[in-house]
């Protein structure tokens, strides 16, 4: 069994992991990897060898309670030597990191983890791979023709495994129990009410004298503050169409929110009028989300959309024609091409699994933890699909929001809805979500006829 820690700082728009270079008569020396080695011995625990490892090689002291593993990977290198990674995501420490070891580490620097170097093994680049994709426990077994370094001409091995949905076996910890009490009172009932195909956790909470509350855990720092940010910021523009932040915890990732009243509607039937309610609604929330603060003039990314598409194709790419594949490769193109446009605060996952209806035919809206500021039309991609062959519904949402997309704000909405399908696909196949690749699917049939029409 071996180790690597996972030392994580923000970066402008994703995590940042520190690597160190291999040098000397070691193995895979040359390459990028992560502070690691191996378990000393029976008197040593993963959590204990992790730390270890960190404080002799780049001279960080790591509480032991500030280690979260994060993935396990199954290894074989091409030797067809095997072995078991525990990879530590660690975001607290003491210390500046440096390199103790010389003779063992020539360079050190971060990366962001959507923009890894390519001269790194491929072994600890299947964890963080595992990582990013929210899965605990993966395959990563090489063929003897392999090369040790990751290189897209090689096939990629990890095999990320799929999990039990452990929702039903466990309710909140007694912390979090203990943090939903000191925030609304003793509790007489707690139920489960997640969604089953996100990583958030989710519980209704009936108090002992009356009302109605909802726990939620995140499963990562940048929901949650995502999240926490916009309820501070922006929801309150919503008033009673949103729920209320009661209380937030920083080290369990949780809040506790008001209830908002009304039936879900995602598989709700309704008559075309109250259907296009529906719409002229949400277009009124967008609206006033997006007027909560201030936009401003958007910067160009730092690294080019075209770079990111690539590393969605590699696991889209079963269920992609060549056609689609060059539609969202031009688009993407594009979308860099383009003037950026206005920012401003959005919701972020704007669907009708995030809306509630009420018996008076208000519509509410919850779930921000994908709340950030970007271009308007990131807001509109997925209802787009709703839309399509229902132009009344598109018209009804507009007129709620009180204007139509200038021409720059459709070209940007356009090439948005290329890169959701993409990277729908993309997690659909990779967390067996059919929902998600279907819908991401016909994305790509209505962009084609638009684009051919």
């Not at 169409?241 to 920083?250: E, H, I, Q, Y």
């Amino acid at each position: 069994m071996d180790v690597h820690a996972v030392l994580l700082r923000p970066g402008a728009t994703e995590w940042e992991v520190l690597l160190t270079r291999r040098t000397g008569d070691v193995y895979a020396t040359g390459l990028w990897h992560m502070p690691s080695g191996h378990i000393d011995g029976a008197h040593e625990d993963a959590v204990e060898a992790l730390v270890r490892e960190a404080a002799e090689e780049i001279g960080v002291a790591i509480a032991p309670g500030d280690v979260q593993i994060a993935a396990v990977v199954h290894h074989r290198s091409p030797t067809g030597s095997a072995r078991v990674g525990v990879f530590g995501a660690v975001r607290s420490w003491t210390g500046e990191p440096h390199i103790r070891e010389p003779h063992l580490c020539s360079e050190m620097a971060w990366y962001a983890l959507d923009r890894l170097p390519p001269d790194m093994v491929a072994y600890p680049r299947a964890g963080l791979e595992a990582l990013r994709a929210g899965r605990h426990f993966a395959i990563h077994f090489q063929q003897p023709d392999d090369p040790i370094a990751y290189t897209t001409a090689c096939p990629n091995r990890l095999q990320l495994l799929s999990e039990t949905n452990s929702r039903d076996l466990a309710g909140p910890s007694q912390a979090l129990w203990r943090f939903a009490e000191q925030a609304v009172g003793p509790l007489a009932a707690i139920e489960d009410a997640s969604w089953s195909r996100t990583t958030s956790r989710v519980w209704k909470m009936t108090g002992r004298s009356g009302g109605t509350w909802y726990l939620k855990q995140h499963p990562s720092e940048k929901f949650y503050s995502r999240e926490v940010f916009a309820y501070r910021e922006w929801v309150r523009a919503l008033g009673e169409r949103a729920p209320r932040l009661v209380a937030s915890d920083d080290r369990l990732l949780a809040v506790v929110l008001t209830q908002l009243p009304g039936r879900n509607l995602h598989g709700l039937t309704l008559a075309s009028t109250d259907e296009r309610r529906v719409h002229q609604q949400l277009g009124e929330i967008a609206r006033a989300f997006h007027d909560s603060a201030p936009g401003h003039p958007a910067e160009q990314p730092p690294v080019s959309r075209t770079q990111k598409v690539d590393r969605h194709l590699q696991a889209a790419r079963p269920l992609l024609s060549s056609a689609d594949e060059d539609l969202v490769r031009r688009l993407t193109t594009r979308y860099d091409s383009l003037p950026p446009g206005e920012r401003v605060p959005t919701l972020g996952d704007l669907q009708l699994r995030n809306a509630l209806l009420t018996d008076a035919g208000l519509v509410g809206v919850f779930d921000f933890e994908r709340a950030e500021q970007r271009q308007r039309g990131h807001d509109f991609v997925r209802l787009a699909d709703l839309w399509d062959g229902r132009e009344d519904l598109r018209a009804a949402f507009f007129t709620g929001y009180g204007r139509p997309l200038t021409p720059l704000e459709a070209e940007h909405m356009e090439c948005e809805e290329a890169l959701d399908a993409l990277s729908g696909i993309a997690y659909g196949l990779t967390h067996d979500d059919p929902e998600v690749v279907e819908r991401s699917r016909r994305t790509l049939r209505r962009l084609h006829r638009t684009q051919s029409a």
